[in-house]
């Protein structure tokens, strides 16, 4: 029964749910990392301290979590269902929209440069 087709799709619905909760941690982790680049605490500093970085994954962490067990997210990854597929791909495109408008930004903050 392992290699059944419903398994199967159970199993790529499962997978297809955790990727789209990694892709919302990424979002998030890259709009925590554009908002500290931008308020950079001390105009001397040239980069953000270590500290800070490390604190910018749990607004990641919380809301991935917060998302992959919603009742209605992890009720529909846990059956062969074509939602875990959309959702997917609609985190996807959120990764992909925050990564476009936040990327220059994020160059120009690790190379030191101001932006005006």
């Known amino acids: 029964p392992y290699w059944a087709v419903a398994w199967r799709v159970n199993i790529l619905c499962t997978f297809l749910g955790a990727v789209a909760a990694a892709l919302v941690f990424n979002s998030v982790r890259l709009v925590c990392a ?3 680049a ?3 605490l001390d105009a001397h500093q040239s980069e953000v301290p270590p500290s800070l970085l490390a604190s910018l994954a749990w607004p990641g ?3 991935s979590l917060g998302y992959a067990f919603s009742p209605t997210v992890w009720l529909y990854s846990v059956q062969g269902e074509v939602f875990a597929l959309n959702n ?3 985190a996807l495109l959120l990764y992909l929209g925050v990564g476009f408008f936040t990327y220059d930004a994020l160059l120009s903050a690790e190379s030191g440069e101001s932006e005006q």
């Open 88 to 90: 997917c791909l609609c």
């Open 38 to 40: 931008s308020l950079k």
């Open 34 to 36: 554009h908002v500290a």
């Open 61 to 63: 962490v919380l809301a």
